[in-house]
């Protein structure tokens, strides 16, 4: 069977299933079009959180506590309660590099 008699029998297949054709079409279609949205999705909140990031600056130093441990179950990072008011003043006093903090 040569090139052109498969082009003759699978157009032919396609004209005897218009139905099935249609439905595999629209499938196609649905998905290549959710695929493509995801990306564009994922593309744009990469570049929203690196445009975020960017904005805070190069100084900038974040402290934040220690997770916690409460029967067994390990809590999130920044979960702990190690860090109080009576350490703002202590930060502040670190260093000539330190500039301003803001608890």
Sequence with gaps: ??????????????LA????????ML???IGVGAVIAMVAIGNGASAQITSRIQGLGSNLLI??????NSGGVRGGFGSGNTLTMADVPK???AGPAVEAVAP
């Design 17 to 24: 299933n218009k139905l099935r054709s249609m439905l595999t």
């Design 1 to 14: 069977m040569n090139f052109l008699e498969s082009i003759r029998v699978s157009i032919r297949a396609l």
């Design 91 to 93: 930060v502040a006093a």
């Design 63 to 68: 402290i934040t506590p220690g997770q916690s």
């Design 27 to 29: 499938g196609i279609i």
